[in-house]
């Protein structure tokens, strides 16, 4: 399975990470990625510094939350989805991340804010995402 995981992330030259927050944090099925992905030897060195195996590659990251986690906010503190895949990619030598936070879905699901509106404010973060 590790392996399997690994060999598509090789092969690729840029990938991009959709997730939703749960609790706070990623979903625990996205974490047994990293623990699968996170490997001595394969995706990082043992050597001295540690340094990441994965050259060359960028990695573009969507977190969806409920809540706002604004950047250079105190709510920002609560988001520890960033930080745990900013971490986990800089760690295996992935140093090109891009994030998008598209928070506050919850007044569009009480019905307070039309869908189309909510989506309309990510869209021109999204498509940036894109440009690489
Ligand atoms: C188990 C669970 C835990 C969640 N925890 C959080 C949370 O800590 N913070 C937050 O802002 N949203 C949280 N959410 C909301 C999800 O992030 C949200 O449902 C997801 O991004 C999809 O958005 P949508 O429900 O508007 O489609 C949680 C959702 C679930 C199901």
């Known amino acids: 399975m590790s392996a399997e995981l690994i060999a598509e992330i090789r092969a690729a030259d840029l990938f991009l990470i959709s997730t ?3 609790n706070f944090t990623v979903p625990a099925v996205l974490k047994s990625w990293i623990d699968y ?3 001595p030897g394969f995706t990082f ?3 001295p510094g540690w340094p990441g195996m994965l050259e060359n590659k960028k990695a573009r990251l969507i977190v969806v939350s409920r809540d706002s986690y604004i950047p250079g906010e105190p709510s920002e503190a609560a ?3 960033t930080p745990v895949l ?3 990619l ?3 030598g992935i140093h090109d ?3 998008v936070r598209a928070g ?3 007044a569009a699901n009480l019905g307070k804010v039309r869908i189309d509106d909510h989506l309309a404010k990510y869209e021109a973060d999204v498509a940036a995402l894109a440009k690489v």
Request: net charge neutral.
């Open 90 to 92: 800089d760690f295996m």
């Open 79 to 81: 988001d520890l989805v």
């Open 20 to 22: 939703p927050m749960y």
């Open 37 to 39: 992905m996170v490997r």
């Open 86 to 88: 900013r971490k986990v």
């Open 97 to 99: 991340v891009d994030v």
């Open 104 to 106: 506050s879905s919850l």
């Open 45 to 47: 060195s043992l050597a």
